[in-house]
């Protein structure tokens, strides 16, 4: 029976193994296929339907999930290591277009914005000046109002154009000790000579902008002396003799000196009324609520740092909290719409810094009755019932849309006297200039 298969098996193996050739014969090449005559013909076009249901396909095919990527915590802060040096990179040779669509969002083809800007007043001039100008309007306000008041201006001078606060102080309170000499001891001709040279005077005194003009505005006139046994001169302030008979008018300087404030801009509300409208919640802001300096920005790559550190730790409610309030501590101000009954719509921007009781103030003076009492509520109808507590710190910020309740017990007895009420409870100046809110 063996030998039966073997023998089954050497005939396929020879049938298969193609035709006969000779010893003697050349080995066989073996022969080519043909050539195509004729080229392909091209590829047509997929048709307009083929397209289409290509199309459809590769939309199904986004939105299936993709694959996740490796999360791992060292796969994480390599990758903002990343990112923080490439941001560090860019802030050192200014704001990268990155950076500014990141400190602002993307406004290509927005509607308007609900406001033009963030805006200021002038407490000198009445001027509303735009943000990005306030510092310019007010210097010039102050140079135009030496022509005024000189001893007046230049106080501003030194209060508001010198940032540095503990600098002022130092300084100020250096320069009342020489008024308070020369007030004290007006027969001493060595406290009515102040030499400009001295250490004090430079590390303290001379730094300050605005410092010289106060001097020479209040009788001090630059003379170049000679330094007792030295054989040298120096330049010196020294009291004209006639205001040794206004003694108490350089008191009274000395006094203002001490007692200023730096002249702050105040912040424009930028008051508007709007109609009833379903864009209420809709917000288009300006730049001007999201630019961040390079100070705010080296502080935001910090965060990040510290956040990449804090990934791979628990957290407490009270951590994650606190670290939220951080992070709406970075918007500057906030624009704020509050929707009454009537549906009309009373809008104003504030600091984000600002406690709420602000708002109940703004809200209560554009009432026609300001009695009324009343009650804010904030998204999801919660009530804002700390007013003590900042924007920044109730979630108000960049934007919000409150919602006005009048007090129920207080409406109904106004109900029950039979008193005719308005038609809308805001002011009718307000009124006459309502908008429509697009």
Avoid at 101 to 111: E, V
Avoid at 365 to 371: I, K, N, V
Wanted: hydrophobic letters at 35%; aromatic letters at 8%; glycine letters at 4%.
């Amino acid at each position: 029976m063996r030998k039966f298969f073997q023998e089954i098996k050497a005939d396929l193996k020879f049938k298969t193994a193609g035709p006969g050739q000779k010893l003697s014969e050349p080995a066989r090449v073996p022969k080519e296929k043909p050539k195509a005559e004729a080229a392909p013909k091209p590829r047509q076009a997929p048709t307009d339907e083929a397209q289409r249901a290509a199309a459809a396909a590769l939309a199904r095919m986004e939105l299936k999930p993709k694959a996740k990527l490796p999360s791992s915590q060292e796969a994480i802060k390599n990758q903002v290591r990343k990112e923080l040096m490439a941001e560090a990179a860019a802030s050192e040779k200014g704001l990268s277009e990155e950076d500014k669509d990141l400190t602002s969002p993307d406004r290509g083809g927005a509607a308007a914005p609900s406001v033009s800007g963030v805006y200021f007043i002038c407490p000198l001039t009445g001027t509303v000046v735009r943000r990005d100008q306030k510092e310019k309007h007010l210097r010039e306000a102050i140079q135009s109002y030496f022509s005024v008041d000189p001893v007046a201006a230049s106080i501003m001078e030194i209060h508001t154009l010198n940032k540095d606060r503990e600098r002022v102080r130092v300084g100020v309170e250096t320069v009342a000790k020489y008024l308070d000499n020369i007030y004290l001891h007006p027969e001493e001709e060595k406290y009515r000579k102040i030499k400009l040279q001295n250490k004090v005077f430079q590390e303290r005194i001379s730094c300050l902008e605005g410092i010289h003009r106060f001097f020479q505005s209040i009788g001090f006139e630059t003379k170049t002396l000679p330094v007792p046994g030295q054989g040298t001169t120096e330049e010196y302030y020294v009291l004209k003799e006639e205001m040794l008979t206004k003694l108490e008018d350089l008191k009274d300087y000395k006094e203002q000196l001490l007692s200023a404030e730096p002249v702050r801009a105040q912040l424009d509300r930028q008051l508007c009324v709007f109609k009833p409208s379903p864009e209420a919640a809709h917000f288009e802001l300006p730049n001007d609520f999201y630019n961040l300096t390079a100070e705010e920005i080296k502080r935001e790559q910090r965060l990040r740092t510290e956040a990449v550190e804090k990934a791979s730790m628990l957290r407490t409610k009270a951590m994650r909290e606190k670290e939220e309030q951080r992070e709406m501590r970075k918007y500057n101000y906030t624009l704020v719409r509050v929707r009454f009954p009537d549906g009309y719509i009373l809008q104003g921007t504030f600091y984000a810094r600002e406690s709420v009781s602000t708002l109940y103030s703004f809200v209560r003076e554009a009432l026609r009755d300001d009695w009324l009492p009343f009650e804010l509520l904030g998204p999801g109808g919660s009530k804002l019932a700390d007013e003590n507590l900042a924007f920044n710190e109730c979630g108000l910020v960049p934007s919000a849309l409150l919602t006005l309740a009048w007090d129920a017990a207080v409406m109904a007895d106004i109900e029950a006297a039979g008193e005719e009420q308005p038609t809308s409870p805001l002011k009718p100046e307000l009124l006459s200039r309502v908008q429509t809110l697009s």
